[in-house]
C-alpha cells in the first residue's frame, strides 16, 4: 500500500513550509483545547449514562412497588363487595318476630309439625306452607 | 532412491503448490488487513468515548493533512484555514465516530471542513457591509477541491527554486540531515543556515498560496 510519503517524497518540505512558528503555536493550543472538548464531552457523556442508569432505577423502583401493591388493594375493596353480593343470604338471619311482622296481624301464626317450625296462615284462601325461611 | 514422478504429474502438482501458495499468501493479506480494520475502529472507537491519548494520536497524524486540504478549499487564505481548522477539531472532538477505516474517517473530515468553511463564509457574507456583486464563494466552498491540489501547487512552487536550493530542503526535511551538518558542507554556520532554510521556507509557502489563490482566479 502506497503510503503519502510514496506519492509526495516531499511531503514533509510542505509541512514545514507551511507549519511555520506561529502555526505551531496555533497548533499547540488547539490541541489543547480539543483535550479539553473531548474531556468535556467524556463528562457529558458520563452524566448522561448516570442519569440513564438512575431513570431505569427509579421505573423498575416504581413497576416492582405497583406490581406489589395492586393486590393488597383488591384485598381491600373485597370486603366491601362481600356485603352486597351476600346480601340476599343476609335474609335467612331474620328472627322470627321480624318475618311475622311482615304479614298482618293475626293473618298468620308459626306453628311446629313433625318436629319442624311452619308458617300458618289462618285464612282459608290464603292458607299455604312455607317450608323453609 | 525415490521413485520417478511421472512427467504428466509434475505441472498439476507445481499448479496446486502455486494455488496453495496463492491462497495461503491472499489469506494472510486478508487476515493482515482484518487485523488492521478492527485496530483502527478500536483506536476511534477509544476516540469517540473520550480517551485523550488515542485524541491526541489522531491530531498529531490528522491536523496538518486537514490544514493542507483546507489551504486548498479556502484556495491559500491561511486566516480562514486556520478558522476552520478550529472548528473541524472541536467539532472532532465532540462528536467522534467509530470508523472502520482511514478513508471514512478523512472521508468525514473532509465533510466536516466543507461544512464548516460554507459557515464561515455565510457568517462572513451576514456580518459584511456590502453585499457583493457576484457571490459566487458558495458555489466555491461546496466544489470538492481536486484531489491533492496543495501537493500539486507545492510541486510547482519547487519547481521554482533553483536546484541547489531544491536539494537543500530536500536533504534537511526529507532526509532529515543534521543542520550542523549541511551548515559544514556549505561552507557557512550553523545560525546562518537555519536562516537560510527559514527563508526557502517562507518562500515555499508563499509561494503555494499564491499559486492556491491564482488557480482561484483561473
Redesign the interface.
Known sequence: MKTEADVYPDTPVLEAAIADETFSSFAASLQQAGIRAVRHHRHIRQVQIALAQLTCVVGLATLFWFTRSEPQQLAHVAPVIAPATHGAASAHYISEAQMLAMFPNGSCALAEVNGRKELVFLELSSTRRVEKY | MPPRQPEAALPPLVAFLANRTRRDTAARIETQAEQADREFRDWTRR?S????HA??HF?ELY???I??YL?ALTRGNEHDA?EV??TV??K???SFKVFPDDQRLWAWLCRLSRNAYIDLLRRKNRDSRFVPIDDRSLDFAAAEPSK?R??QA??DA?AQLPEEEQEL??E???D?RPLQQLAIEAGSTYKAMESRLGRL??K??TN?LTLLRNENRS
Do not use: N, P
Not at chain 2, 49 to 52: N, V
Open positions: 476516540i468515548r473520550g480517551d485523550e485524541f491526541t491530531y491536523h496538518l493533512r490544514y493542507k489551504l486556520r481548522l478550529q477539531i472541536l472532532a472532538a465532540k491533492d496543495t501537493e507545492f510541486a519547487m530542503v530536500r534537511a526535511y526529507v532529515k521556507r517562507l515555499l509557502k503555494v
